[in-house]
């Protein structure tokens, strides 16, 4: 169970506080392509003409940047996680938009941990 699901079906937030939240988590979200460019791994001439080869083969931005030659694989394996590691987590934007406090938070996450860690030893068993 992912943690939005966990809140809605605990009533901690509603459907659409969360929805609210996973639209600006998605928003907020670096592109993968300005993160290279932002680390200087690529130029801006060379991120617009992969997304313009990308409109064409309909490859992740990534694959399409080794193919062409601008990023190594290890490189663009490195910017996914750093896209990753940039995501805003889903609790911190929810006490943003007001659905609760960050005590709160807190409390939610240590009941969320402990059920799904509960949930892992429950089905390991079986």
Excluded: N
Aim: aromatic share 8%; no cysteine; hydrophobic share 45%.
């Amino acid at each position: 169970m992912h943690f939005g699901q966990f809140l809605i079906s605990t009533g901690r937030a509603t459907p659409a506080q969360v929805l609210s939240a996973l639209d600006a988590q998605r928003r907020r979200t670096p592109l993968y392509g300005r993160v290279a460019v932002r680390e200087r791994w690529l130029t801006i001439a060379q991120a617009l003409e992969v997304l313009s080869a990308q409109q064409r083969t309909r490859k992740p931005f990534g694959a399409q940047a080794v193919e062409l030659g601008y990023l190594a694989p290890a490189t663009a394996e490195l910017l996914v996680r750093m896209q990753r590691e940039s995501i805003p987590p889903l609790g911190e934007l929810l006490v943003e938009q007001g659905a609760f406090t960050s005590e709160a938070l807190a409390s939610y996450l240590r009941e969320y941990l402990f059920r799904v860690q509960h949930l892992d030893v429950l089905t390991s068993h079986t």
